[in-house]
């Protein structure tokens, strides 16, 4: 079965010729992933193919939470559709006393008036697992508080830019909730929101009108036996996507 690389491969051209799609939001939520602690400052903007080259000729890696995730950045690196894109705005959050995990970073269209705002899911740490945990009785955890901050700002900051927001797993519901209870102004610039097989809410959340407004936007997508993507309530329309691994680890 194709993949991710398969994909880069097919694909390899600019999206002036072949527009942004579902994939193209798989991989750039992907990319929250990587380990790129100490080798972009939170104000820079730098090319994936530059940000690359740092990381190679760097002397320290930060954690690898996939083992492909290098010749992933590789791939992205060297490719038509992906090198120019200008990444910003990194940041890593581990807060242990707050049980609160949070990472996202903001990727600049090159060909478009667009950015891509990506959250990380549940790293390997027990803290990242602890505050999933806590999503399934307490109305809100504070990466979902972090990751409204963060789109606000984001937001402000590029003021002339439509807005996609992703994330995988946990970053999938930052994206659903920072989408749902930003500012306004935020939201109407919003053109679409990616849920990578993320978990749902509490009644609390998808009860309220914003959630309600904000739902029409929301794309989901989980593998055909999805458990992580099913947790909790969805409102939402989805697509089931065919996968060659078994049970838990399709959420991979």
């Avoid at 993949?3 to 193209?24: C, G």
């Avoid at 439509?162 to 999938?172: M, Q, R, T």
């Amino acid at each position: 079965m194709s993949n991710i690389f398969d994909y880069l491969l097919w694909r390899d051209v600019s999206m002036d010729l072949l527009p942004f799609n579902e994939i193209d939001n798989l991989i750039l939520a992907r990319f929250s992933y990587f380990p790129l602690d100490g080798f972009i400052k939170n104000e820079e903007k730098v090319t994936i193919h530059e940000l690359y080259e740092r990381y190679v000729n760097g002397k320290v890696r930060g954690r690898i939470l996939q083992p492909e995730d290098p010749n992933l950045f590789k791939a992205l690196a060297k490719s038509t559709r992906f090198s120019n894109f200008l990444v910003t705005r990194y940041i890593n959050k581990f807060v242990p006393e707050e049980e609160k995990q949070f990472a996202a970073v903001t990727i600049l269209f090159s060909n478009s008036n667009t950015m891509y705002v990506s959250y990380r899911g549940t790293d390997s740490t027990i803290i990242g697992w602890k505050e999933d945990f806590n999503m399934s009785f307490s109305d809100v955890v504070p990466a979902q508080k972090e990751a409204v901050l963060y789109l606000n700002s984001i937001a402000k900051e590029f003021k002339k830019r439509d807005i996609i927001v992703g994330g995988h797993s946990k970053g999938g519901n930052l994206a659903v909730y920072s989408s749902t209870f930003c500012d306004e102004k935020v939201q109407n610039r919003i053109i679409a929101i990616y849920n990578n097989d993320g978990p749902g809410f509490c009644d609390d959340v998808i009860e309220t009108p914003e959630y309600k407004e904000m739902i029409e936007k929301v794309h989901t997508y989980i593998p055909q036996s999805s458990v992580i993507g099913r947790l909790m309530n969805h409102r939402e329309k989805y697509t089931v996507v065919k996968s060659v691994q078994k049970g838990i680890m399709q959420h991979d």
